[in-house]
């Protein structure tokens, strides 16, 4: 099993909701605003490489996955 923890911090334009920790699942840059609550964003976050560079424990920020989110959710229409 996985022990991985996707770090996701405000930093100038790249933003989350009241600067911290949130059960909401949105971050935004601009005007791009992934839900990761979403079906399909841990996958994309997998896809995109979350587990490769961790390896089975760690951290790692979350912003270095933001394109591949991103995609998967303005391209899935499901709604939860």
């Known amino acids: 099993m996985a022990d991985l923890t996707l770090v996701v911090r405000a930093d100038g334009e790249r933003q989350v909701p009241d600067g911290g920790p949130s059960v909401s ?3 935004w840059i601009g ?3 992934p839900n990761l609550n979403k079906p399909g964003a841990v996958r994309a976050s997998i896809d995109a490489g979350w587990m490769t560079k961790a390896r089975t424990v760690g951290r790692r920020n ?3 996955l933001f394109d591949a989110v991103y995609a998967s959710s303005a391209t ?3 709604t939860l």
């Open 25 to 27: 699942g949105f971050i």
């Open 62 to 64: 979350g912003w270095d």
């Open 31 to 33: 005007d791009r605003v």
């Open 76 to 78: 899935s229409s499901s």
